[in-house]
């Protein structure tokens, strides 16, 4: 039945003519998943008594579902976090503290999860990605639960829709939606509603994700309440925030609502149960049009790819950061995104391009969702987002993909890539002979990794000083020179990360100005408030085999900071967060509270006595109030609105922390709401990046000028150490890994013997 079920999804290995004759095997795949935010516990509890009643049914009706459907149910896609929020709930359960969640749940970034589908820097997702892609489900459902004034939302949700997404898609929303709210009014379930709060834009999404694979990608949402028990509400008015009572009248989107009342967790799962039941025989009465209708989207992608452009874009393989490449290779396959290797030199508009290169063609079934991938967005102006509005991969992660409008690429010989490689040859280079002494480039992505990896090594390291001309190559101030090593060890590491060590000669090293480098103590503070920008940013820092210590706030209160630590890195949050935290009585003991003014105190003076601290995002209100630092937000107006967009900033490579962009001076910044751009009060102070004139690259965002020119990071000297501030976050979601190695090294440059 899976293969089938592959073999229905691809009009290439299925003409339509064996596409008809094969639909009376057929059997709808039908994906369910629950539970991926664990404070939503419904779902799983849905799960488990679905499978029960399926499994034991003997309903006519029923058993006809089961003859035409195969229904894949998850009951929960973050089952780490599930068991955090249960054994939070039974230890709270009889106390006052009931209604409070686990700071964190799952490993890294609870709620933020989700938004996760494309990248798949979580474990979990990555999981899911690849078991989905094993199924291909017609239709896919992601179960959430909501505390906004509604008891169920079912498709469609609001506007934008991607425009990638097909339009049959959007029309399965709208009668799918339609026949659950009546079919829920009919069985006296108020409260249904649609066309409202969640956009089908970011693809990060289970709906969207799905959706952008020609799947019926659907989402229900229903209403949490109180996990506790039972809890009584008159109406909306009691609990609604007022701007969301809308949502209590009626309209076309609410044709009844919620009229108040008892609403306890078998309510949720009555709801949840009802809405996809009625699913389950919408998808059993109309298997063949949700058959035919992939197919027929599939197909149309193909014949799309093969007559307009763009036709394909192409990832040239002779690109300097060869990491990023194998990475950007490696996002698009684990999408489900066929990925080729062209075998001849080809011209594009821009360059030609080698040999070797990557081809990315519109001509495979989920091409669609690769030009959602690789193009630039362009937001709609006129609809503030549910979340950011751009995300484009090749600029996130720092490699080249050039569109290609030519119809020619079609005709250029290539194979399907099956093993993702590094593009270009890694290895040890320069002279035959092993001369003891191997210069280390930082022009990859997984530099810091190798230098976290030699650390832990008899390895010395030392740093350019200055920039040389070596027999082997150009080196760049701020290169690496490796000493003492195992050949058989550099050579495994050389291929395991893609990189190119260069033999150079002792004679040419004395002639060269070099200073020991020496890997820094590194602290990460979190609060208990707000812990989802720290998993990110813990998340990069332990996948690139960082050493470091996780600070919390009773730690950071009583630690001697200056003789344990060398750079303190101190992630988005909100101040208040970091130095007030949850009020006491409102939270479990050990969470309450923040570092408050003497926890402030101990980082000037941690700072003040030589140590490096590292401010993200919305931290950096801490140093504008805290730290006489000649640092000052940039001044904006009403009319500045960047609610999650991509930037353009010029790289001032001369620093330790910027020499990775020597040979391309320039990144990509994710800028959100609580960012910042920096006005500089202090000629002492160095700036390391600025967001460049018209620095908007894809997205939406009004009144950019109000921050072009202005400093986006900085190093402020204070007392003997230095801050670095970053005014947007270099780590965002683990997706913005092109601005990591400003981040990293920072990090690494904190080294106090330098």
């Not at 003014?597 to 950096?620: H, K, P, Y």
Request: charged share 25%; with cysteine; proline share 6%.
């Amino acid at each position: 039945l899976l293969e089938l079920n592959h073999r229905l999804a691809d009009p290439r290995v299925l003409p339509s003519e064996e596409f008809e004759n094969a639909l009376d095997e057929a059997k709808l795949f039908l994906w369910v998943e629950c539970n991926i935010h664990s404070t939503e516990p419904a779902g799983a509890e849905i799960a488990l008594e679905i499978v029960y009643e399926l499994a034991t049914t003997n309903d006519p009706q029923m058993l006809n579902i089961l003859d035409d459907i195969v229904l894949v149910i998850i009951p929960s896609t973050e089952p780490d976090g599930h068991e955090d929020f249960t054994e939070w709930f039974h230890t709270y359960k009889d106390t006052g503290l009931v209604r409070t969640n686990p700071p964190i749940y799952g490993a890294y970034v609870g709620h933020d999860n989700n938004r996760d589908r494309f990248n798949q820097a979580l474990k979990e997702l990555k999981a899911w990605a690849k078991l989905w892609l094993e199924i291909k489900p017609v239709i896919s459902v992601d179960v959430h639960q909501s505390i906004a004034p509604y008891v169920f939302f079912v498709p469609p949700g609001k506007e934008p829709t991607y425009p990638e997404i097909s339009p049959l898609i959007e029309a399965s929303w709208k009668m799918i939606g339609g026949q659950i709210m009546a079919k829920m009014y009919a069985a006296e379930m108020p409260g249904v509603i649609s066309n409202v709060v969640f956009d089908m834009w970011y693809p990060g999404y289970g709906d969207t994700w799905a959706s952008l694979h020609h799947s019926v990608g659907l989402t229900f949402e229903i209403w949490t309440g109180y996990i506790s028990g039972p809890s009584d509400y008159e109406g909306w008015s009691t609990y609604a925030e007022p701007e969301d009572l809308r949502y209590a009248e009626r309209d076309s989107n609410t044709p009844w609502p919620w009229p108040g009342g008892w609403w306890t967790l078998r309510d949720q799962i009555d709801y949840g149960k009802k809405g996809l039941y009625v699913l389950f025989n919408m998808a059993s009465e109309r298997k063949l049009f949700f058959l035919k209708n992939r197919y027929s989207m599939t197909e149309t992608q193909i014949n799309r790819g093969l007559s307009e452009a763009p036709y394909g874009w192409i990832i040239p393989s002779d690109q300097f950061d060869s990491a990023a490449v194998k990475i950007l290779i490696e996002k698009l396959m684990q999408n489900g995104i066929e990925v080729r290797r062209i075998h001849e030199a080809f011209s594009t508009e821009h360059r030609t391009v080698p040999a070797g290169s990557f081809l990315v063609l519109m001509s495979q079934p989920y091409g669609n969702f690769a030009k959602a991938l690789l193009e630039i967005q362009h937001y709609p102006e006129s609809i503030w987002p549910y979340d950011v509005t751009a995300w484009t991969l090749p600029l996130m992660i720092g490699a080249e993909a050039i569109r290609v409008d030519d119809a020619s690429i079609l005709d250029v010989y290539s194979t399907e890539v099956t093993e993702i490689s590094f593009p270009k040859e890694s290895g040890l280079f320069g002279s035959d002979e092993d001369t003891g002494i191997l210069l280390l480039r930082r022009t990859s992505s997984y530099t810091p990794r190798a230098i976290n990896i030699l650390s832990d090594t008899s390895t010395e390291i030392l740093v350019l000083a200055e920039s040389f001309d070596f027999e082997a190559t150009t080196a760049h101030k701020g290169d690496f020179i490796i000493q003492g090593y195992e050949t058989t060890d550099l050579e495994s590491l050389a291929r395991d990360l893609g990189l190119r060590f260069y033999r150079i000669h002792s004679y040419e090293l004395h002639r060269a100005h070099t200073e020991l480098f020496k890997m820094p103590r590194i602290a990460l503070y979190h609060s208990w408030l707000d812990l989802r920008e720290e998993g990110w940013t813990r998340l990069a820092l332990e996948d690139n085999l960082f050493t470091f210590c996780r600070l919390n706030n009773k730690a950071l209160l009583e630690e001697d900071l200056a003789s344990s630590y060398d750079v303190i890195i101190m992630p988005d949050v909100r101040k208040w967060a970091a130095v007030s935290g949850f009020t006491p009585g409102t939270y479990p003991e050990p969470y309450v509270g923040g570092i408050g003014d003497e926890g402030i105190s101990r980082l000037r003076e941690f700072v003040a006595n030589g140590g490096r601290l590292i401010t993200i995002g919305r931290i950096n209100d801490i140093v504008f109030e805290d730290f006489d630092a000649g640092l000052q937000p940039v001044e904006t107006t009403d009319s500045f609105h960047i609610p999650g967009s991509l930037l353009k900033i010029s790289v001032k490579p001369d620093y330790f922390e910027t020499h990775h962009y020597a040979e391309k001076p320039w990144a990509i910044a994710m800028f959100r709401p609580g960012y910042t751009a920096f006005e500089v009060l202090d000629e002492k102070i160095s700036i390391l990046c600025k967001f460049d004139r018209d620095c908007l690259i894809g997205g939406w965002a009004e009144g950019t000028t109000q921050i072009e020119g202005k400093a986006a990071v900085v190093i402020s000297p204070y007392g003997e150490g230095e801050i670095v501030a970053f005014g947007f976050d270099p780590t965002y979601r683990y997706q913005s890994l092109n601005t990591l190695p400003l981040f990293f090294d920072s990090v690494l440059g904190a080294d106090r013997s330098r």
